[in-house]
């Protein structure tokens, strides 16, 4: 007979046909490995006899797998899996029931649905069997985390117990969560847990300090993390460039709320894994809840319940609690997300449902379980009665609150705490106003605030931008003072994703409260509503550029600067540029494009739009002149402006900036534009003429008006002359020049040959 487990590749011959299987190493079950709702079956069989003693030499050595002949996981059987005990204060050699660690791919590649790694906790310290489900349970709502059920282990064909099956942190679960697999990748579980302390404590530039601290899961990473707990320490105002600070906060605000201080918060700073996603932050994954809920020894008085809100928040040995804490508005996120969390599911008992529902469905398997810690009749009374040692197989155990006598009194000391009753601002509305390819602005009428946010990305796994939004009656709102704040989320393809946070000097809150984790959507429409004339200029343009500025690839190109004359950012997405009227659509601004209120946008004129860097049209400008046209999606002119041969390096600008006529002047790429100071009337009044010009050896300025001052400029804006009278004697280096005549009444080219 044929044993699919270890065939690749075989032929199914049948007559005249060849049918040909190509196998994977996955095998596919009936039963989802993690479905909540149903106690898995996992039987391991060990040809040695010696088995158990086997595995706690290799605990107590290096920690290698024993071999097993096979181990079926809800009967779909896998062939030379490895197994080995795993745990600290959970293992022990006396126990009978230790927590284990399967690895269906030891020696194949094979998987059950997927998952070639199982790891299976003894339910240590917890008479309610419940803990660590039901934490993983709430956890999943606010955080990426492992998922957590029931299975009930078999070896050699006896039952050994009811087991915790908790989704083990690894490469696949990496994949899932962060689309991505090899970054630095971190466990935060020292084997000498007494000795080291993965606490993010930075010990120097040395990264061997950090060795016996930590397991580094990836090929490389040291010096990452070494940066991470420097930056932690010694640099905390950049924090957020390395560091996913909204997962941090969410872990500390968990383990303060359940009493998980098996934890970074406890006394061993341990039990979390760390991995920096392709944002290069270090995410924070928590992991190993089986003594939530107050079940870690030495917690004081209630067994925890009136653990300090801001529980080592003045540890210089916690550098993750105590520096972001120190900081007001991370403070205020923090508690933020205790809020969520104690009114989501403890205020109102909902964790109850769930516990309850485990309960029921486990209760006949803690019946049969042989080598449980605790007896049935403590397990009946664990949620409501401190459970103070185990009466069953393993022996003595240290005390142990009831889960629900320890929250309800939590839960009071909350009621209680001054830095939980402060209340935060109020999001009364939400509204969301779409202007096509302008994007979309988010509206939102707030009371007791004194600062609102608007975090906003494209993707999933990309970075929160953070802007601000403004009640000041710009960014489209109506009225300064109105309580109504705005910001708005730029148009791309796709969508996009967003939430508020809004603070005040006591208390801040989100919105949606679960953010990070949870977030609104927005869907765009691709159209782009019609820029009003003027509120875009067409400003500066220069058409014959020899000398004067490259683009990124160092090139002297032409280029058009635009300015906004308004007081609002405006999207250009879509909104046509063209040099010739009759070719209106000749090139457009890509979506999402803004020019920032009061700000300039400039635009190569060198038909390469293969660059990546910067805005580059299809077309050049000539410099014997043409029309340059900035127009709507429906053919409107935002602005025009024609004009004639250009002479090389000098540009042609508006004087005033942004709104004055058009006249040559020194090139201000990206700036304002340095124009005279004269009246539009001086200007016209001094219609002049440079004789001869070109010149040779001097000149002599022709003009209605008298010539009391006269200057003379190169282009880089130099001054080389300065006279009283009409007449220059002096000789110049041929090139190009500017003359300011009058102060700033009228400037003129002059061409020195």
Same mark, same amino acid.
């Given at each position: ?196 302390? *993965? ?134 996120? =923090? ?240 909104? =046509?540029?063209?040099?010739? *009227? ?109 004789? *001869?010009? *070109? ?59």
């Amino acid at each position: 007979m044929l044993d699919h487990s270890y065939l690749r590749h075989f032929c199914l011959f049948v007559p005249g046909l060849i049918i040909v299987f190509l196998a994977t190493g996955g095998k596919l079950g009936a039963q989802d490995l993690y479905d909540a709702n149903v106690i898995q079956k996992i039987e391991i069989h060990f040809n040695q006899s010696n088995w158990n003693a086997l595995m706690q030499a290799e605990k107590n050595g290096d920690e290698n797998y024993i071999l097993a002949a096979w181990c079926k996981v809800n009967g779909v059987q896998f062939d030379s899996v490895g197994v080995k005990y795993k745990g600290n204060s959970s293992y022990r050699a006396t126990n009978k029931k230790n927590p284990l660690h399967i690895e269906l791919d030891y020696v194949k590649d094979q998987t059950y649905n997927g998952q070639g790694d199982i790891k299976l906790s003894n339910v240590y310290q917890d008479p309610s069997f419940v803990r660590e489900a039901v934490s993983y349970y709430i956890l999943q709502n606010y955080m990426d985390c492992p998922k957590a059920n029931f299975a009930n282990v078999y070896i050699n064909d006896q039952l050994y117990g009811l087991y915790t099956n908790v989704e083990s942190i690894n490469k696949r679960f990496l994949s899932n969560v962060f689309d991505s697999k090899n970054n630095t990748f971190v466990k935060c579980n020292p084997k000498q847990v007494q000795q080291y302390l *993965p606490n993010l404590a930075y010990k120097g530039v040395d990264t061997t300090l950090y060795y016996g601290h930590y397991e580094m899961k990836s090929d490389a990473g040291w010096k990452e993390l070494m940066h991470l707990c420097d930056t932690l320490v010694n640099h905390t105002e950049a924090i957020e460039e390395i560091l996913d600070v909204d997962k941090a906060l969410w872990m500390l605000a968990f383990n303060v709320v359940m009493v998980n201080l098996d934890s970074y918060s406890g006394s061993f700073a341990q039990n979390y894994y760390l991995y920096r996603d392709n944002n290069d932050r270090f995410a924070s994954l928590v992991w190993d809840l089986n003594m939530s809920f107050g079940g870690f020894p030495n917690m004081g008085g209630g067994g925890g319940a009136t653990l300090d809100i801001l529980y080592n928040a003045n540890n210089s040995a916690r550098p993750l609690i105590q520096k972001l804490l120190s900081n007001a508005t991370y403070k205020r996120k =923090y508690m933020a997300h205790i809020r969520t969390l104690s009114k989501e599911f403890f205020e109102n008992g909902l964790y109850l449902e769930e516990a309850g529902r485990l309960r029921t469905l486990i209760d006949a398997a803690v019946q049969a379980d042989p080598y449980k810690f605790y007896t049935y009749t403590q397990f009946q009374n664990a949620m409501t009665t401190d459970i103070s040692a185990g009466g069953g197989g393993g022996g003595p155990l240290m005390s142990t609150p009831g889960v629900q006598k320890l929250m309800t009194a939590r839960m009071t000391y909350f009621a209680s705490n001054a830095d939980y009753k402060k209340i935060p601002p109020q999001v009364n509305e939400i509204n969301k106003i779409d202007q096509g390819l302008q994007g979309v602005r988010i509206e939102a009428l707030l009371s007791g605030q004194s600062g609102v946010s608007l975090a906003y990305r494209y993707q999933k796994l990309e970075r929160f931008v953070q802007v601000e939004m403004k009640d000041d009656g710009t960014n489209g709102d109506q009225k300064a003072g109105d309580l109504i704040y705005t910001a708005t989320v730029p148009y791309k393809d796709g969508g996009a994703q967003y939430y508020i946070y809004a603070e005040n000097n006591d208390a801040g809150i989100f919105y949606p409260q679960r953010a990070e984790h949870e977030f609104y959507t927005l869907t765009f429409t691709n159209n782009q509503l019609a820029i009003p004339s003027g509120s875009v200029v067409i400003n500066e343009f220069l058409a014959s550029n020899k000398t004067v500025n490259t683009n990124s690839e160092g090139k002297y190109e032409d280029w058009i600067e635009l300015y906004n004359t308004t007081g609002a950012d405006i999207n250009l997405g879509g909104i =046509y540029l063209t040099d010739n *009227p009759d070719s209106p659509t000749k090139w457009s601004f890509p979506a999402g494009t803004i020019i920032r209120a009061g700000g300039y946008l400039t635009v190569w004129a060198d038909e390469d739009s293969k660059i990546e860097e910067g805005l580059h049209t299809n077309f050049k400008l000539s410099a014997d002149g043409e029309e340059i046209r900035l127009l709507n999606i429906d053919g409107t002119v935002v602005d025009e402006y024609s004009y004639g041969v250009q002479t090389a390096d000098v540009s042609m600008g508006r004087c005033t900036n942004g709104s004055g006529t058009f006249v040559m002047m020194v090139p201000s790429f990206g700036a304002s534009n340095q124009c005279a100071t004269g009246t539009e009337e001086e200007v016209a009044a001094s219609v002049s003429m440079i004789v *001869p010009n *070109p010149a040779y050896q001097g000149f002599t300025i022709q003009s209605a008006a008298e010539v009391t001052s006269l200057k003379i400029y190169d282009l880089s804006g130099k001054t080389l002359y300065e006279g009283t009278g009409p007449t220059v004697t002096e000789v110049f280096a041929p090139g190009l020049y500017v003359v300011e005549i009058n102060r700033g009444s009228q400037r003129l080219r002059l061409v020195q040959l």
